[in-house]
């Protein structure tokens, strides 16, 4: 990150760790930039968050780099006091098109693979959000 050693409090990474090529050099780089006190929250989803609907439309789960199942390990690699507090979520959607339109973030093939559906449909996820935090120098 183009910033100096400890020029920050907080670090925030809200579900886009899971898209960090190496998770270990991001959250390397995390830890550098934060002050002595410093805050890390990072929120991620599950294994199993949207798996009904993605499964629904023939695709699989999504296994992620960082997640509510390896992402306090990858956490504590870096940082000593690590909390985390996990929650459902829901996906509410009107109809089939807007679910399709959330699918097709993810693929054209995905979006066209789910089945057709009468009025709204709910899904379940999961995500967890993880908060570090640094001893006072």
Request: hydrophobic share 40%; net charge negative; no cysteine.
């Amino acid at each position: 990150m183009p910033f100096d050693d400890a020029s920050f409090d907080v670090v925030y990474a809200g579900w886009m760790l899971y898209h960090v090529p190496d998770v270990d050099a991001g959250l390397a780089e995390v830890r550098r930039v934060l002050r002595p006190g410093g805050t890390f929250v990072a929120a991620t989803n599950g294994d199993r968050h949207l798996a009904d609907l993605l499964t629904e439309a023939g695709g699989t789960r999504l296994l992620t780099g960082f997640s509510s199942e390896n992402g306090e390990q990858q956490v504590a690699s870096h940082f000593g006091d690590i909390a985390r507090e996990d929650f459902d979520t829901r996906a509410h959607f009107t109809d089939h098109a807007a679910a399709q339109a959330y699918l097709d973030t993810f693929s054209p093939e995905l979006a066209d693979g789910l089945p057709p559906f009468e009025g709204e449909r709910e899904y379940v996820g999961a995500s967890t959000v993880f908060v570090a935090r640094l001893p006072r120098a």
